[in-house]
């Protein structure tokens, strides 16, 4: 395994959760170690940074690409979620990625969703994101819990720029003692600061350079607590701001990174999150930061 390169490799690309244990099966008998990036495809630059983190030596790398319908409300994009398989397959080819697991809906799910069995992380699954998203977060634990127990890997690899789904996962693992060590590699940004998601690709081009404004917005408010200001006056100018440029504002908090509890006095491993809608677009954002002592 490598990083980005000039030698493609196209990945084994398998469907059904057979194939995938038999060649773990072959892969962990050979004494391979294995490394897994759960996704929903449409890959991005933000993505392949999960891969580069998952590629070590004696480790093969497995990708999934499932757009999970557990995890989307019935007014949510499922069905205008953008599918670019062979576009991602592409990408994957030159990250060096040993496995692809694309499988069809009734594969994780053989009967109706309604009734499958789920789990479910109290108490931070209902908060922020989950209060906007209901069910989102039990959607999430369920198809990450499946697919660990599909390709069984060593290491799973998230990114931070869904924090809340980050640390809903770590819970999971811990909570169900599931033999799986949970990595997370910062937000990949654009070159203008926007972060990296499949869902930029929904923003007209207006919208687009509005969609900065989120991150310029939380880096002043991280900024502004770091010199002392009052959080919660910076909070409602920051929600303010955006508000006067047509954002529809969701939230925007200072929590406790560790638990994204409401911070007491001493708490320093702090992190703004702010999720706004930008006509049909949702944009979700973050910033950890830590204030000195
Ligand atoms: O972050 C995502 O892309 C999805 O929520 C995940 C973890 C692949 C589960 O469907």
Known sequence: ?????????????????????????????????????????????????????????????????????????????????????????????????DMVFSPVVSEIYPESIENATFVEVPKLSEILEGEHRPGFFKGVATVVNKLFNIVQPDVAVFGEKDYQQLLVIRQMVRDLSMPVEIQSVSIQREPDGLAMSSRNAYLDEENRILATAIQR?????????????????????????????????????????????????????????????LGSVRLIDNIPFVLAD
């Open 217 to 277: 917005g939380l880096k002043h408010l991280v900024e502004a607590i770091v010199a002392g200001e009052n959080p919660t006056y910076e909070v409602g100018h920051a929600c303010h701001e955006l508000d006067e440029q047509g954002f529809v504002v969701d939230y925007i908090v200072v929590r406790r990174q560790q638990d994204l509890a409401v911070p007491e006095q001493g708490d320093k491993s702090l992190i703004v999150l702010a999720a706004a809608r």
């Open 1 to 97: 395994m490598s990083s980005a390169s000039d030698v493609v490799k196209t990945p084994l690309h398998v469907r059904t959760i057979d194939e995938v244990r038999q060649q773990i099966r072959e892969w962990k008998q050979a004494g391979d170690r294995i490394a897994f990036v759960p996704t929903m495809g449409n890959l991005h630059a933000g993505h392949l940074s999960l891969i580069e983190a998952a590629s070590k030596p004696d480790t093969r790398v497995v990708v999934s690409i499932f757009v999970n319908p557990m995890q989307f409300g019935e007014d949510e994009d499922f069905d205008k979620y953008p599918r670019t398989f062979d576009e991602d397959v592409d990408k994957l080819s030159k990250y060096g990625v």
